[in-house]
């Protein structure tokens, strides 16, 4: 009497040489529980990689919106030679060639010298102890334009003469420089406000 076969023999035969149904089932339920144990770990690794990711991102946020709120630092790299040159502050002034303001012999020349602005120069002399006004350059005659934008200060042109419509004595001169030349009346009603550029001189005018 042969001995009784077991589930497995029973199993080979019923599936003529190849992988029965219970054998089937059984690597089934070994490759389920095999993979239920694995899960969780894979589940964690999975967190861990998107974990990662977002930290990454959150790391090119952080790196590209910093510079944005920092306060700028100095750079090595600056260019050179482009910086324009600072105007000077708008100025006029008067000057006696060869001598003095306060003594400035009949005969001499007068110059006109103005920083800071571009613009038509106007000038003229008031007696201190009153009497008539000498014009020395407006609308009328000849107002002399000028070009001292820059920090170097520019003369007029023409120098003024001392002649003898200048009684020896003390002067005020006065100098304006505005956008256009002006006349003589307008130059008088100007506000100082308005000049671009002003300047007022006490001169004393002596004998030779």
Not at 128 to 155: K, M, N
């Amino acid at each position: 009497m042969n001995p009784p076969r077991t589930n497995e023999e029973l199993d080979s035969l019923l599936g003529r040489g190849g992988i029965g149904a219970a054998r089937r089932d059984a690597i089934l339920q070994t490759v389920l529980a095999r993979v239920k144990a694995e899960s969780p770990a894979r589940t964690r690794w999975r967190w861990s990689l998107a974990g990662f990711g977002t930290a990454a991102v959150a790391a090119t946020a952080l790196f590209l919106l910093v510079p944005w709120f920092s306060p700028p630092a100095s750079s090595p790299f600056r260019a050179k030679g482009t910086a324009a040159k600072a105007s000077a502050t708008p100025s006029a002034e008067i000057e006696c060639l060869g001598a003095a303001l306060d003594a400035c012999p009949t005969g001499s020349l007068l110059v006109v010298r103005v920083a800071g602005v571009h613009g038509f120069v106007s000038a003229w002399a008031e007696p201190a102890q009153g009497g008539e006004r000498i014009w020395y350059f407006s609308a009328e005659t000849f107002s002399p334009l000028v070009d001292a934008v820059t920090t170097t200060p520019a003369a007029t042109t023409r120098a003024i003469k001392i002649g003898p419509e200048h009684a020896a004595g003390a002067y005020v001169v006065k100098v304006r420089v505005t956008e256009r030349a002006m006349g003589r009346d307008d130059l008088l009603r100007l506000p100082e406000s308005a000049a671009l550029a002003k300047g007022q001189a006490l001169l004393t005018v002596t004998s030779p």
